[in-house]
């Protein structure tokens, strides 16, 4: 009699409640039982209600600031690997404190290095994530990590568009390597943005490099925080003489006014992934689920087989 493979239990943080039960509902099975407990100075402790002895377990969270929501995760880890998961697997759609990527300049910390011990020490045996912010991330842990590309959800909407005349942009330097890939793919133009920052959140100049004479241009970028580049660049295009000016960010932070900056901006529309709950509705914004590419790479690291075509980048 052929050995039968237990299913996997699926667990989600709190922050990330809605994307778990998608892609436990893509995946075919429930959300597992969680429990928090929460004291009144904001301490709080989870509780797995169900027995996970022996288990291989994907626990759901994007760890995006406050930092609550990495404590979540640091928190789910070690009390799985307390109760004797036998592969306890974050997945993080959206890893955070990634911008932090590696010292720009003196006394400074290397956030998502921290971040990335702080996950292997409690108890993550394996990462699953999307778009990271550098792609040398991978190389701060030493657990194996599937890095995942939004890639596979944007270009069929792209080509679903038929834009004529296409063409695509990096908002900087830093992005050049995604809008490459990006205009690989679609056939296209590249054209890339200049600027320079006065302080973080805060562009002093932005400069064109290319032509976007008539054309339909797509922003791409692996984060939108306060939209900030994105409009600024979106307003220059304009100016430049482009047709439209739509921009592709696979994780939606939007924060502060940045609902606001895009509906005063020249922007077409914004496509984003729900790696992190948009919260409002806004007819400039679109959301793009990554549940059902969530479920099937769990599904195939359960199985042991190849996620290979998920990496389009």
């Keep these: 009699m052929a050995y039968q493979v237990p299913e996997p239990k699926i667990f989600a943080c709190t922050q990330s409640t809605v994307l778990a039960e998608k892609i436990a ?11 928090f407990s929460r004291y009144s100075d904001g301490e709080f402790q989870p509780s797995f209600e169900e027995s996970i002895r022996g288990a291989r377990i994907f626990i759901i969270g994007s760890t995006n600031p406050g930092p609550q929501n990495l404590m979540e995760m640091l928190l789910m880890l070690d009390a799985a690997k307390r109760a004797s998961a036998r592969h306890i697997t974050a997945v993080m759609p959206y890893f955070g404190w990634a911008r932090q990527d590696r010292k720009d300049k003196p006394r400074v910390p290397i956030a998502a290095k921290l971040v990335a011990k702080m996950l292997e020490t409690a108890g993550a045996t394996r990462i699953i994530t999307m778009d990271l912010h550098a792609d040398q991330i991978q190389g701060f842990f030493e657990k194996p990590v599937d890095h995942l590309f939004a890639s596979t959800l944007f270009l069929p909407y792209l080509k679903e568009l038929n834009l004529d005349n296409l063409c695509i942009a990096s908002p900087d330097m830093g992005g050049s390597k995604r809008a490459y890939a990006y205009s690989r793919a679609l056939e296209s133009d590249v054209v890339i943005c200049y600027k320079q920052r006065a302080k973080a959140n805060v562009i002093s100049h932005m400069e064109l490099i290319g032509d976007v004479t008539n054309k339909n241009v797509v922003l791409v970028d692996d984060l939108v925080d306060t939209a900030g580049t994105l409009t600024k660049a979106a307003d220059l295009m304009m100016e430049r003489g482009a047709k439209s000016v739509r921009a592709i960010t696979t994780h939606g932070l939007l924060s502060g006014d940045a609902f606001e900056k895009i509906e005063n901006s020249q ?9 992190i709950p948009v919260g409002t509705s806004h007819n400039k914004v679109k959301v793009l689920s990554c549940a059902d590419l969530f479920a099937d790479v769990m599904h195939r690291v359960h199985h042991n087989t190849s996620i290979s075509s998920k990496f389009l980048m």
């Design 25 to 35: 509902k893509s995946y075919g099975a429930d959300l597992g039982n969680i429990r």
């Design 267 to 275: 922007l077409t529309e914004l496509i984003v992934t729900d790696s």
